[in-house]
T-cell receptor, first 115, second 117 residues
Framework: ETGVTQTPRHLVMGMTNKKSLKCEQHLGHNAMYWYKQSAKKPLELMFVYSLEERVENNSVPSRFSPECPNSSHLFLHLHTLQPEDSALYLC??????????????FGPGTRLTVT | AQKITQTQPGMFVQEKEAVTLDCTYDTSDQSYGLFWYKQPSSGEMIFLIYQGSYDEQNATEGRYSLNFQKARKSANLVISASQLGDSAMYFCAMREGHSNSGYALNFGKGTSLLVTP
């Protein structure tokens, strides 16, 4: 059983909707991440939180808004999305945001379709 | 520039046979970590194995081993005794150790492995 959970697993939303993706980790980790996985493209890092502070934002459009209320929970708030935002959104966590040896543990992802 | 290259978009292997999935990487760092992940059709990325750049021995985890050739900058994944449940996408990833490297794992495009009976 994965230590990182994500809800919902599937989401269909119109371009004018507002929705939120939720991620929760039960591993006692200090860092959490949002990745986007589009078809035939490598995973793209979107946001990184370390000890609840955002430490990286990879030029993500403002229609994606992350929130990390504590070290176990991470949200991705979505509004006025575009069809090209349809993708698998993966949450991950690790012991630390820095250092080359810490593996990241991923959740099952949310499959988002924007209509 | 692409930091991780996986040249095999798709691979087939017969059940119980061994298979090697290729991965080459590009970095000027002396300190880095290499990772392999498995992604079944369900979508979850499952961590398989880790190799540190200073590790002298190849990493092994059960049926998974990493053939680390530092001079060639390659980190191939070897799966022994393939099982039908091994059918999935496999991603090679690297994380660099210097302070300006950022926080991301740099992933390759993946190799789709199909294990046949």
């Amino acid at each position: 059983e994965t230590g990182v959970t994500q809800t919902p697993r599937h989401l269909v939303m119109g371009m004018t909707n507002k929705k939120s993706l939720k991620c929760e980790q039960h591993l006692g980790h200090n860092a959490m991440y949002w990745y986007k996985q589009s078809a035939k493209k490598p995973l793209e890092l979107m946001f990184v939180y370390s000890l609840e502070e955002r430490v990286e934002n990879n030029s993500v459009p403002s229609r994606f808004s992350p929130e990390c209320p504590n070290s176990s929970h991470l949200f991705l708030h979505l509004h006025t999305l575009q069809p090209e935002d349809s993708a698998l959104y993966l949450c991950a966590s690790s012991h630390s945001a820095t250092g080359e040896s810490y593996e990241q543990y991923f959740g099952p992802g949310t499959r988002l379709t924007v209509t | 520039a692409q930091k991780i290259t996986q040249t095999q978009p798709g691979m087939f292997v017969q059940e119980k046979e061994a298979v090697t999935l290729d991965c080459t990487y590009d970095t000027s760092d002396q300190s880095y970590g290499l990772f392999w992940y498995k992604q079944p059709s369900s979508g979850e990325m499952i961590f398989l194995i880790y190799q540190g750049s200073y590790d002298e021995q190849n990493a092994t985890e059960g049926r998974y081993s990493l053939n680390f050739q530092k001079a060639r900058k390659s980190a191939n994944l070897v799966i022994s005794a393939s099982q039908l449940g091994d059918s999935a996408m496999y991603f090679c990833a690297m994380r660099e150790g210097h302070s300006n490297s950022g926080y991301a794992l740099n992933f390759g495009k993946g190799t789709s492995l199909l294990v046949t009976p």
